[in-house]
């Protein structure tokens, strides 16, 4: 079947009616091109020196501190780095948006392990014949070449900030700083140089904080083992059982060698049983009453009770080490003695265990840990001297079952302390090392954070960041500051030549920090001759006036949780304390903590006001997204793929209070929800290309009612948002655009087609809907701008002539407008979507049965329409409802009632709708309705 072929005066009319009407003209593209077209925005940003620019206009502004938690520079970033950066660079714009003066320096941290091991994969064998010097430059360069990949990686997001002055933790500013921050602490006689067990990791042959510990899976032998007490001992109990034992159980039998006591809980009934049957039916044990039952069946063995006795009864007595021939072990008690596991004779030993090390003080017993930095057996224990524990376990064990002492073993899995850096398996160990004492009898920093933490003087976002801070912080212990290692920040102690003791001196470290800023940072405390700082000072043990240079360096948690130092020094007065503090969950226990103890030490104030709190992106299973295990996103990837703004959009749309998943697929539904908003500032912007603000606005009072209805949405979109904005809700934020810009398009911008397309160009109905539009895109540009950052400025773009106003994030945050608040109409145009929704379950039924092809083939009958309601008139109304006529009807009762009518009209070329009369219009020849006819003169 052939198609009707349009003759030559046809063709003409077709020509005429276009060219008659006012159809929407836009530069602004259907197609976003986000990968192609956000790198031309960001380069016009540092062109235009956009961050400078936007610290001017908000330069008398109240100020806003906010601290870039320093992430770490090695590596590419992946979608974890995005949504914190993200969330910061939302705060920051909205808060430079709405009179503040909000600065984002961001920062980096550039010591640690990673970039260190780093350096050593890369130079392989070469590494053996570099100085330490040279090491620290390999990794000076290393860390500076990640933190310019990061950067870039940074900026491609669209994140705005000061990206030629980062705080750098290499910086040699930033790193006296942190040196002055510890001699503030030693000042403050909070610092102490301790030999006490800590975490250790021998792969790495270093101290680590127990922020840097991860708990794993572990296989280890579980073993149960007889220390039997010594002759006078028995006679004070009145046992004539020589063979009588304390059983203790273990999962390190490598820590045996340090064993120097048995713990009791001073609560507990303790109970002498006799082993009825089997290879030990000789011997009498003392475990706890309670748990007999759990020991019978974990070493299966059968007991019969003897006799009980209180815990106090048996403090102070001794029990033979099981293979140390010349070593007693004294029978205390503590309360961390529990009934969970075990036989609650716990074996002691105060080189290897915290809780040992503690109740050890207390009874003073010796601190032992024959275990040098590489895990192997020193001459302390001979017999496995230069064995490594882990090798070494099986042979304690095999020695054990020879001499009689195991009752039982077996291999058990349970958690472990990995290192979150080598991943290997820790122990705890004696080692010269220094803290900062969170448990000072003139000033508890551990009662001060905790005050702090539960009083309303520190704000946290979600509100259970509080409990998950207080519990990290009551659970902490002394802070283990000093590492072993070569990249760092070092500890600026030095030590007597004579007798090892330590020389610490806050005036010392001044000076040595005043040094670093004057030449080359860290290197100046390394490379300048000892006596330079120390003249003058002698050794407070032996006297000796000859030091040595300390080794140790500074926990890179120190370096990142010294940032409220370097931030206080630059401008005192409106950096401290900072407004916002913005981490991931696991920084409760990291750079939240570190930052509120270190400051607390120093000045005796915590370094934030408000801690918001975001969680773990997780990949598509639900597994936490980490490098090591390597299921990361790469962030570059998506943006590349998809363009920054569907990232930012990703960013914004979830409860980061949870943690968050990552799919693409919800990535396809974000870029569907960005197309609608896109495609409907395309729509207000295509319509006001023949609209000048300046000559063709309207006043409020001249607007018609549906124009009002939107800025009444309007109204009420800004009051939410800036709600959300203020209580850093930003996904509320998002919802609020995609419902305010699903209903935009469906309940507003349907309607005006009409009104816009082929009413008079100039008229007030067309210029009504203009006015309310330019409006509309003023506001939302602004608004959508901290989340949509390239769509707004897009949109600034396409509505801006004002030079000085190059950029949407010069622009000030919309403000609530009191004129726009209308309650009222908003409740009649309310009223009247529920019966054009009504109407259009008939309308499409008729559309379904193909009686109708278009709305406009429809008349309506309203009857009885509400009292309220009745200010509208048949021709509001037939565009409201997009229908070719409306008739008002009054009927019986009082319920309304909507009839549909196939229009008996005919067609006006040029808008379409269906009317009963058509009048001539001469210069086309053609027959058209009155309105046209109107429109056109």
């Not at 120097?260 to 706890?288: E, K, Q, R, W």
Request: net charge positive.
């Amino acid at each position: 079947m052939s198609k009707t072929t349009k003759t030559p005066e046809q063709i003409k009319l077709s020509e005429q009616i276009k060219d008659s009407l006012n159809l929407p003209q836009t530069d602004f593209p259907m197609r976003a091109q986000l990968p192609q077209k956000e790198p031309q925005y960001i380069q016009n940003w540092k062109d235009q020196k956009l961050y400078q620019s936007i610290l001017e206009k908000n330069k008398n502004s109240k100020i806003f501190t906010f601290c870039d938690g320093p992430p770490y520079a090695n590596g590419h970033l992946h979608v974890g780095h995005a949504l914190n950066k993200i969330l910061k660079d939302i705060v920051v714009k909205y808060k430079n948006l709405s009179g503040y003066k909000a600065k984002f320096i961001p920062s980096w941290d550039c010591h640690g392990l990673p970039i260190e091991l780093n350096v050593y994969k890369k130079l392989k064998k070469e590494a053996r014949n570099k100085s330490k010097f040279e090491i620290r430059e390999e990794c000076r360069k290393e860390a500076l070449s990640w933190v310019d990949i990061q950067k870039k990686e940074f900026i491609r997001l669209g994140i705005i900030a000061d990206w030629d002055n980062p705080n750098l933790t290499i910086d040699k500013n930033y790193e006296a700083d942190e040196v002055n921050l510890l001699a503030d602490i030693l000042e403050n006689n909070l610092l102490y140089q301790g030999r006490k067990p800590v975490y250790w990791c021998t792969k790495l042959q270093t101290a680590l904080a127990s922020s840097e510990v991860q708990y794993q899976d572990h296989t280890s032998s579980s073993i149960f083992v007889k220390f039997y007490l010594q002759e006078d001992s028995l006679k004070k109990l009145n046992i004539c059982n020589k063979k009588t034992a304390f059983v203790i159980w273990t999962t390190t039998p490598w820590t045996l060698p340090a064993n120097v006591g048995i713990c009791l809980n001073p609560n507990f009934v303790y109970g002498l049983y006799n082993i009825t049957d089997g290879d030990h039916s000789d011997t009498d044990i003392i475990i706890a009453k309670d748990l007999k039952n759990s020991v019978e069946q974990s070493c299966k063995i059968n007991l019969k009770e003897l006799k009980t006795f209180k815990a106090s009864e048996l403090e102070l007595l001794f029990a033979q080490h099981p293979f140390i021939e010349d070593r007693q072990s004294k029978i205390i008690l503590a309360k961390h003695v529990n009934l969970e596991a075990g036989t609650g004779c716990v074996h002691t030993a105060p080189g290897h265990g915290l809780d040992d090390y503690q109740v050890g003080i207390k009874y003073k017993l010796p601190v032992l840990s024959p275990v040098d930095k590489a895990g192997k057996y020193t001459s302390d224990f001979p017999k496995y001297e230069g064995i490594k524990i882990w090798e070494a376990n099986p042979k304690i064990v095999e020695d054990l079952k020879k001499s009689k002492h195991l009752i039982f073993e077996k291999e058990i899995t349970h958690s472990y302390p990995h290192g979150d850096r080598s991943k290997a398996p820790l122990i705890f160990r004696a080692t010269p090392q220094w803290f900062i004492n969170r448990t000072d009898n003139n000033y508890n920093l551990k009662k001060e954070a905790l005050k702090l933490i539960e009083s309303e003087e520190i704000k946290f976002t979600p509100s259970w960041g509080r409990a998950r801070l207080n519990a990290m912080t009551t659970n902490a212990p002394d802070w283990c500051i000093s590492r072993q290692r070569t990249w760092g920040v070092p500890i600026p102690v030095f030590y007597c030549t004579e007798c090892d003791h330590s020389l610490a001196d806050p005036k010392i470290m001044r000076d040595i920090a005043l040094k670093m800023k004057k030449d080359s940072g860290m290197e100046a405390y390394f490379l300048t001759p000892v006596k330079e700082f120390t003249s003058g000072h002698s050794c407070k043990k032996c006297g000796s006036n000859s030091f040595k240079i300390g080794s140790d360096i500074l926990d890179v948690w120190f370096d990142s949780g010294a940032y409220h130092r370097v931030t206080q020094n630059k401008e005192p007065k409106e950096n401290f304390p900072a407004d916002l503090y913005l981490e991931g969950s696991d920084q409760h226990r990291g750079w939240f903590q570190t930052s509120l103890f270190s400051s607390l030490a120093a000045n005796k104030k915590a370094p934030f006001k408000k801690l918001i709190t975001h969680g773990f992106v997780n990949d598509s299973n639900g597994k936490k997204m980490s490098k090591s295990k390597g299921n990361v996103v790469s962030s570059m990837k998506i943006v590349e793929k998809y363009g920054a703004e569907i990232l930012r959009l990703w960013a914004a749309h979830e409860d980061y209070s949870q943690d968050l998943s990552f799919k693409e697929e919800g990535l396809k539904q974000l870029t569907d929800t960005y197309r609608k908003i896109r495609n409907s500032i395309r729509f207000l912007l295509g319509n006001i290309h023949d609209f000048n603000p300046k000559k063709d606005s309207l006043d409020y009072k001249d607007l018609s009612d549906i124009d009002k209805f939107a800025l009444h949405k309007l109204n009420v979109l800004i009051k939410n948002t800036t709600l959300h904005y203020e209580d850093y809700k930003f996904h509320k934020v998002y919802h609020e655009l995609n419902t305010f810009f699903v209903s935009l398009s469906s309940q507003y911008l349907d309607l005006l087609k009409d009104r816009l397309y082929t009413a008079k160009t100039t008229g007030q109905a067309r210029r009504s809907s203009q006015t309310t539009f330019y409006i509309l895109l003023k506001n939302l540009g602004p608004l959508m701008s901290p989340i949509l950052s390239f769509l707004a400025e897009e949109i600034h773009t396409n509505i801006n002539s004002d030079k000085n106003l190059f950029s949407v994030f010069l622009l000030d945050f919309p403000k609530n407008n009191l004129e726009w608040d209308n309650p009222q109409l908003f409740k009649s145009i309310e009223q009247l979507l529920e019966l054009k929704t009504a109407a259009y379950k008939d309308i499409e039924e008729l559309r379904g049965q193909k009686k109708i092809g278009s709305n406009l083939e429809i008349e309506l009958e309203i009857h009885n329409l509400p009292k309220d309601l009745c200010i509208y008139k048949e021709d509001f109304l037939a565009e409201f409802f997009i229908v070719s006529k409306v008739y008002l009807k009054q009927g019986q009762g009082n319920d309304c009632k909507i009839n549909i009518l196939i229009s008996k009209g005919q067609k006006c070329p040029r808008c379409w709708t269906y009317n009963l009369k058509l009048i001539k219009y001469k210069e086309w020849g053609a027959d058209i309705c009155q309105k046209c006819l109107d429109a056109l003169h």
